[in-house]
Nanobody, 120 residues
Framework: QVQLEESGGGLVQAGGSLRLSCAASGGTISIYDMGWYRQAPGKVRELVARISDSGGSIVYGDFVKGRFTISRDNAKNTVYLQMNSLKPEDTAIYYC?????????????WGQGTQVTVSS
């Protein structure tokens, strides 16, 4: 079972940047699609960015609009989310996700989340 631990969240002013990290243990992330999701108070969890196991396919939420970049370093068993031009509406808990389908079974793991707060 993969354990995921997010870090890098915090308080930042609008227009600022943060870099989130998701370190995995208990297994290799190289066989998983990895993603970042976020959930703001009173809202449903939404996809921020997702990167395939090889890194060859990346999907971003519509709201990202070129401001965020997801990347992965399989050798370090870590996934990153570089967030630039942050807005107050980006305030949320950001969760790391590992996802894999094998023989019809889905294996999905979540981290505990890291708080991102953007002040205006």
């Amino acid at each position: 079972q993969v354990q995921l631990e997010e870090s890098g969240g915090g308080l930042v002013q609008a227009g600022g940047s943060l870099r989130l990290s998701c370190a995995a243990s208990g297994g290799t992330i190289s066989i998983y699609d990895m993603g970042w999701y976020r959930q703001a108070p009173g809202k449903v969890r939404e996809l921020v960015a997702r990167i395939s196991d090889s890194g060859g396919s990346i999907v971003y939420g519509d709201f990202v609009k070129g401001r965020f970049t997801i990347s992965r370093d399989n050798a370090k068993n870590t996934v990153y989310l570089q967030m630039n031009s942050l807005k107050p509406e980006d305030t949320a808990i950001y969760y790391c996700n590992a996802d894999r389908v094998l023989s019809g079974l889905r294996y999905r793991y979540w981290g505990q989340g890291t708080q991102v707060t953007v002040s205006s």
